[in-house]
Protein backbone atom coordinates (compact mmCIF):
# COMPACT_ATOMS: atom_id res chain seq x y z
CA UNK A 1 0.00 0.00 0.00
CA UNK A 2 0.92 3.59 -0.36
CA UNK A 3 2.37 4.85 2.96
CA UNK A 4 0.17 7.19 4.71
CA UNK A 5 -0.16 10.93 4.27
CA UNK A 6 -1.70 13.18 6.22
CA UNK A 7 -1.62 15.78 3.86
CA UNK A 8 -3.12 16.28 -0.01
CA UNK A 9 -2.79 12.61 -1.83
CA UNK A 10 -3.57 13.11 -6.37
CA UNK A 11 -4.70 9.88 -7.77
CA UNK A 12 -4.30 10.01 -11.69
CA UNK A 13 -6.26 7.79 -13.77
CA UNK A 14 -3.58 8.19 -16.02
CA UNK A 15 -4.82 6.18 -19.32
CA UNK A 16 -8.01 8.42 -19.41
CA UNK A 17 -5.92 11.39 -19.01
CA UNK A 18 -3.46 10.68 -21.76
CA UNK A 19 -6.13 9.91 -23.82
CA UNK A 20 -7.61 13.23 -23.68
CA UNK A 21 -4.13 14.76 -24.25
CA UNK A 22 -3.62 12.59 -27.02
CA UNK A 23 -7.06 14.15 -28.57
CA UNK A 24 -6.12 17.51 -26.95
CA UNK A 25 -2.98 18.56 -28.58
CA UNK A 26 -2.12 18.28 -32.30
CA UNK A 27 -0.33 15.19 -33.47
CA UNK A 28 1.87 17.64 -34.94
CA UNK A 29 3.67 17.63 -31.67
CA UNK A 30 6.64 15.43 -32.38
CA UNK A 31 10.11 13.99 -31.89
CA UNK A 32 13.26 15.16 -33.46
CA UNK A 33 12.68 11.78 -35.72
CA UNK A 34 8.78 12.85 -36.71
CA UNK A 35 7.34 10.41 -33.66
CA UNK A 36 3.73 11.84 -32.31
CA UNK A 37 4.11 12.71 -28.61
CA UNK A 38 1.40 14.73 -28.12
CA UNK A 39 0.20 12.35 -25.53
CA UNK A 40 3.41 12.54 -24.02
CA UNK A 41 3.84 16.04 -23.68
CA UNK A 42 0.03 16.63 -23.40
CA UNK A 43 0.37 14.61 -20.18
CA UNK A 44 3.24 16.08 -18.64
CA UNK A 45 1.52 19.74 -19.41
CA UNK A 46 -1.53 18.75 -17.55
CA UNK A 47 0.51 17.03 -14.44
CA UNK A 48 2.44 20.61 -14.21
CA UNK A 49 -0.64 22.64 -13.75
CA UNK A 50 -2.26 20.14 -11.48
CA UNK A 51 0.98 19.76 -8.97
CA UNK A 52 0.55 23.97 -9.72
CA UNK A 53 -3.00 24.38 -8.81
CA UNK A 54 -3.34 22.00 -6.57
CA UNK A 55 -0.28 21.59 -4.54
CA UNK A 56 -0.68 17.83 -3.91
CA UNK A 57 2.29 16.37 -1.64
CA UNK A 58 1.71 13.25 -2.82
CA UNK A 59 0.63 11.47 -6.43
CA UNK A 60 0.42 8.38 -8.28
CA UNK A 61 -0.01 7.56 -11.56
CA UNK A 62 -2.70 4.61 -11.87
CA UNK A 63 -2.46 2.23 -14.34
CA UNK A 64 -4.52 -0.34 -16.39
CA UNK A 65 -2.54 -3.43 -15.97
CA UNK A 66 -6.16 -5.13 -17.43
CA UNK A 67 -8.41 -2.87 -19.03
CA UNK A 68 -10.85 -5.66 -19.00
CA UNK A 69 -10.52 -7.98 -16.49
CA UNK A 70 -11.92 -11.51 -17.17
CA UNK A 71 -13.55 -11.50 -13.83
CA UNK A 72 -15.84 -8.91 -15.24
CA UNK A 73 -16.22 -10.35 -18.92
CA UNK A 74 -17.43 -13.30 -17.39
CA UNK A 75 -20.19 -11.72 -15.35
CA UNK A 76 -21.47 -9.45 -18.26
CA UNK A 77 -19.84 -10.42 -21.76
CA UNK A 78 -20.53 -7.24 -23.19
CA UNK A 79 -18.05 -5.48 -20.50
CA UNK A 80 -16.44 -2.97 -22.84
CA UNK A 81 -16.89 -5.13 -25.23
CA UNK A 82 -17.19 -2.50 -28.30
CA UNK A 83 -13.31 -1.29 -27.53
CA UNK A 84 -12.19 -5.13 -28.46
CA UNK A 85 -10.69 -4.48 -32.36
CA UNK A 86 -13.00 -6.97 -34.93
CA UNK A 87 -10.10 -8.96 -35.73
CA UNK A 88 -7.33 -9.82 -33.15
CA UNK A 89 -5.70 -13.44 -32.75
CA UNK A 90 -8.06 -16.29 -30.93
CA UNK A 91 -8.05 -15.98 -27.18
CA UNK A 92 -7.00 -11.70 -27.17
CA UNK A 93 -8.38 -8.97 -25.87
CA UNK A 94 -7.08 -5.95 -27.62
CA UNK A 95 -8.46 -2.35 -27.43
CA UNK A 96 -8.53 -0.16 -30.41
CA UNK A 97 -6.78 2.72 -29.67
CA UNK A 98 -5.08 5.00 -32.20
CA UNK A 99 -2.23 3.31 -33.58
CA UNK A 100 -0.02 6.79 -33.04
CA UNK A 101 -1.00 6.53 -29.51
CA UNK A 102 0.26 2.96 -28.04
CA UNK A 103 3.64 3.65 -29.08
CA UNK A 104 3.55 6.77 -26.89
CA UNK A 105 2.58 4.91 -23.31
CA UNK A 106 5.98 2.91 -22.97
CA UNK A 107 7.54 6.69 -23.32
CA UNK A 108 4.94 8.26 -20.77
CA UNK A 109 6.18 5.40 -18.14
CA UNK A 110 9.71 5.95 -18.88
CA UNK A 111 9.35 9.38 -18.44
CA UNK A 112 7.61 9.26 -14.87
CA UNK A 113 9.70 6.91 -14.11
CA UNK A 114 13.12 9.28 -14.20
CA UNK A 115 10.76 12.15 -12.95
CA UNK A 116 10.05 10.33 -9.79
CA UNK A 117 6.45 9.76 -9.87
CA UNK A 118 5.16 6.94 -9.10
CA UNK A 119 3.48 4.46 -11.01
CA UNK A 120 0.98 1.48 -9.36
CA UNK A 121 -0.98 -1.00 -11.26
CA UNK A 122 -2.43 -4.43 -10.02
CA UNK A 123 -2.89 -7.80 -12.17
CA UNK A 124 -6.07 -8.44 -13.59
CA UNK A 125 -7.50 -4.95 -12.12
CA UNK A 126 -7.89 -1.35 -13.79
CA UNK A 127 -6.83 1.74 -12.40
CA UNK A 128 -9.77 2.57 -11.14
CA UNK A 129 -9.62 -0.11 -8.51
CA UNK A 130 -5.87 0.59 -7.59
CA UNK A 131 -7.49 4.48 -7.24
CA UNK A 132 -10.38 2.55 -4.96
CA UNK A 133 -7.95 1.17 -3.02
CA UNK A 134 -5.71 3.79 -2.01
CA UNK A 135 -8.14 6.13 -2.05
CA UNK A 136 -9.25 4.39 0.71
CA UNK A 137 -6.34 3.51 2.51
CA UNK A 138 -5.43 7.21 2.72
CA UNK A 139 -5.27 9.42 5.90
CA UNK A 140 -5.42 12.53 4.52
CA UNK A 141 -7.66 14.24 1.57
CA UNK A 142 -7.64 12.73 -1.93
CA UNK A 143 -8.31 14.18 -5.30
CA UNK A 144 -9.00 11.71 -8.09
CA UNK A 145 -8.43 13.38 -11.55
CA UNK A 146 -9.91 11.38 -14.04
CA UNK A 147 -12.07 11.74 -17.13
CA UNK A 148 -13.97 8.59 -16.25
CA UNK A 149 -17.69 9.09 -13.99
CA UNK A 150 -17.09 6.01 -12.76
CA UNK A 151 -14.96 7.08 -10.21
CA UNK A 152 -17.94 9.56 -8.76
CA UNK A 153 -18.68 6.58 -6.78
CA UNK A 154 -15.30 7.30 -4.33
CA UNK A 155 -16.03 10.91 -4.11
CA UNK A 156 -16.65 10.79 0.16
CA UNK A 157 -16.79 14.27 2.09
CA UNK A 158 -16.00 12.59 5.48
CA UNK A 159 -12.77 10.93 4.53
CA UNK A 160 -12.09 14.92 2.07
CA UNK A 161 -12.40 12.32 -1.43
CA UNK A 162 -13.24 14.30 -4.52
CA UNK A 163 -12.76 13.48 -8.15
CA UNK A 164 -11.45 16.35 -10.47
CA UNK A 165 -13.15 15.93 -13.80
CA UNK A 166 -12.11 17.75 -16.65
CA UNK A 167 -14.62 19.18 -18.64
CA UNK A 168 -13.61 20.89 -21.46
CA UNK A 169 -9.71 19.19 -22.82
CA UNK A 170 -7.54 19.42 -19.89
CA UNK A 171 -7.54 22.93 -18.94
CA UNK A 172 -11.15 22.76 -16.93
CA UNK A 173 -11.53 21.00 -14.20
CA UNK A 174 -14.99 20.82 -12.31
CA UNK A 175 -14.05 19.62 -8.54
CA UNK A 176 -17.38 17.18 -7.33
CA UNK A 177 -17.37 16.82 -3.31
CA UNK A 178 -21.01 15.08 -2.56
CA UNK A 179 -22.98 18.37 -3.27
CA UNK A 180 -21.94 18.76 -6.74
CA UNK A 181 -22.61 15.25 -7.30
CA UNK A 182 -26.05 15.26 -5.57
CA UNK A 183 -26.91 18.49 -7.54
CA UNK A 184 -25.95 17.17 -11.09
CA UNK A 185 -27.06 13.47 -10.28
CA UNK A 186 -29.36 13.60 -7.04
CA UNK A 187 -26.86 10.75 -5.40
CA UNK A 188 -24.18 11.07 -3.54
CA UNK A 189 -21.03 9.29 -4.33
CA UNK A 190 -21.86 5.55 -2.92
CA UNK A 191 -25.43 5.44 -4.91
CA UNK A 192 -23.30 6.98 -8.23
CA UNK A 193 -22.39 3.39 -9.07
CA UNK A 194 -25.97 1.95 -8.37
CA UNK A 195 -27.31 4.68 -10.64
CA UNK A 196 -24.97 3.71 -13.13
CA UNK A 197 -25.64 0.39 -13.24
CA UNK A 198 -29.38 0.86 -13.26
CA UNK A 199 -29.22 3.69 -15.87
CA UNK A 200 -26.48 1.53 -18.03
CA UNK A 201 -23.66 2.71 -19.62
CA UNK A 202 -23.19 2.25 -23.29
CA UNK A 203 -19.57 3.64 -23.21
CA UNK A 204 -18.91 0.45 -20.63
CA UNK A 205 -20.94 -1.63 -22.53
CA UNK A 206 -23.60 -1.80 -19.00
CA UNK A 207 -26.53 -2.65 -20.32
CA UNK A 208 -28.70 -1.04 -17.92
CA UNK A 209 -32.54 -1.71 -16.78
CA UNK A 210 -34.76 -0.50 -19.91
CA UNK A 211 -36.30 2.13 -19.90
CA UNK A 212 -34.70 3.40 -16.46
CA UNK A 213 -32.46 6.38 -17.29
CA UNK A 214 -30.59 8.46 -14.88
CA UNK A 215 -33.98 10.80 -13.71
CA UNK A 216 -35.47 7.85 -12.94
CA UNK A 217 -32.92 5.95 -11.33
CA UNK A 218 -32.19 8.79 -8.92
CA UNK A 219 -35.15 8.94 -8.08
CA UNK A 220 -35.89 5.08 -7.08
CA UNK A 221 -32.79 5.31 -5.59
CA UNK A 222 -33.90 8.48 -3.30
CA UNK A 223 -37.51 6.54 -2.89
CA UNK A 224 -35.83 3.49 -1.50
CA UNK A 225 -32.14 4.18 -0.12
CA UNK A 226 -30.30 2.10 -2.13
CA UNK A 227 -30.68 -0.85 -4.87
CA UNK A 228 -31.22 -3.04 -2.18
CA UNK A 229 -34.19 -1.25 -1.12
CA UNK A 230 -34.92 -1.08 -4.55
CA UNK A 231 -35.29 -4.55 -5.00
CA UNK A 232 -37.15 -5.19 -1.68
CA UNK A 233 -39.86 -2.86 -3.10
CA UNK A 234 -40.16 -5.25 -5.99
CA UNK A 235 -40.58 -7.94 -3.62
CA UNK A 236 -43.47 -5.55 -1.79
CA UNK A 237 -46.80 -5.45 -3.59
CA UNK A 238 -47.44 -2.33 -1.71
CA UNK A 239 -44.22 -0.44 -2.75
CA UNK A 240 -44.64 2.71 -4.97
CA UNK A 241 -43.17 0.82 -7.50
CA UNK A 242 -45.21 1.32 -10.52
CA UNK A 243 -46.12 -2.18 -12.50
CA UNK A 244 -43.72 -0.89 -15.74
CA UNK A 245 -40.99 -0.47 -13.22
CA UNK A 246 -41.73 -3.63 -11.71
CA UNK A 247 -41.97 -5.70 -15.30
CA UNK A 248 -38.48 -4.18 -16.24
CA UNK A 249 -36.78 -4.93 -12.82
CA UNK A 250 -38.13 -8.18 -13.06
CA UNK A 251 -37.01 -8.86 -16.67
CA UNK A 252 -33.48 -7.50 -15.62
CA UNK A 253 -33.19 -10.17 -12.39
CA UNK A 254 -29.95 -11.49 -13.89
CA UNK A 255 -28.54 -8.34 -14.69
CA UNK A 256 -28.61 -6.57 -11.53
CA UNK A 257 -27.68 -9.97 -9.69
CA UNK A 258 -24.46 -9.40 -10.61
CA UNK A 259 -23.47 -5.90 -12.27
CA UNK A 260 -23.10 -4.88 -8.61
CA UNK A 261 -19.79 -6.31 -8.42
CA UNK A 262 -18.84 -5.17 -11.95
CA UNK A 263 -19.46 -1.76 -11.32
CA UNK A 264 -18.39 -1.12 -7.84
CA UNK A 265 -14.72 -0.44 -7.59
CA UNK A 266 -12.06 -2.57 -5.46
CA UNK A 267 -11.12 -1.10 -2.96
CA UNK A 268 -9.23 -3.70 -0.87
CA UNK A 269 -6.62 -4.41 -3.48
CA UNK A 270 -3.14 -6.06 -1.74
CA UNK A 271 -0.85 -2.94 -3.30
CA UNK A 272 2.82 -3.35 -1.48
CA UNK A 273 4.36 -0.08 0.41
CA UNK A 274 5.36 2.56 -1.84
CA UNK A 275 6.19 5.66 -1.33
CA UNK A 276 4.19 8.34 -3.20
CA UNK A 277 5.80 11.77 -2.24
CA UNK A 278 6.49 13.90 -5.13
CA UNK A 279 9.58 14.89 -6.17
CA UNK A 280 11.74 18.15 -5.91
CA UNK A 281 14.21 17.26 -8.97
CA UNK A 282 14.16 14.14 -10.98
CA UNK A 283 15.05 11.04 -9.70
CA UNK A 284 17.44 9.99 -12.52
CA UNK A 285 18.36 13.46 -14.07
CA UNK A 286 20.74 11.05 -16.47
CA UNK A 287 17.68 8.96 -18.32
CA UNK A 288 15.44 12.28 -18.23
CA UNK A 289 18.11 13.75 -20.33
CA UNK A 290 18.07 11.32 -22.37
CA UNK A 291 14.72 10.61 -22.97
CA UNK A 292 14.29 14.90 -23.51
CA UNK A 293 16.99 14.66 -26.14
CA UNK A 294 15.19 11.30 -27.63
CA UNK A 295 11.43 12.38 -28.03
CA UNK A 296 11.81 16.70 -27.54
CA UNK A 297 10.25 16.95 -24.38
CA UNK A 298 10.84 20.77 -24.61
CA UNK A 299 9.26 22.71 -22.85
CA UNK A 300 6.38 20.39 -21.05
CA UNK A 301 9.14 18.48 -19.23
CA UNK A 302 10.57 22.02 -18.27
CA UNK A 303 7.06 23.07 -17.08
CA UNK A 304 7.04 19.66 -14.98
CA UNK A 305 10.26 20.50 -13.60
CA UNK A 306 9.60 23.77 -12.50
CA UNK A 307 6.54 22.92 -10.60
CA UNK A 308 8.27 20.06 -9.12
CA UNK A 309 10.90 22.30 -7.78
CA UNK A 310 8.85 25.35 -6.80
CA UNK A 311 7.34 22.81 -3.96
CA UNK A 312 11.36 22.47 -2.34
Known amino acids: MIRAVTTRLMLLDTASLYFRAYHGVPDSV????????????????????????????????????????????????????????????????????????????????????????????????????????????????????????????????????????????????????????????????????????????????????AGIGEKTAAKLLAAFGDLGGVLAALDDPTSALTPTQRRRLREAAGYLAVAPRVVRVVTDLPLPERDAALPTAPADPEALDALDRRWGLGGSLARLLTALESRA
Open 30 to 209: RAPDGTPVNAVRGLLDFIARLVTDHRPDALVACLDEDWRPAWRVELIPTYKAHRVADEVPEGADVEEVPDTLSPQVPVIHEVLDAVGILRVGAAEHEADDVIGTLSHRAAGPVDIVTGDRDLFQLVDDSRGVRVLYPVRGMGNLAAFDEAALREKYGVDGPRYAELALLRGDPSDGLPGV
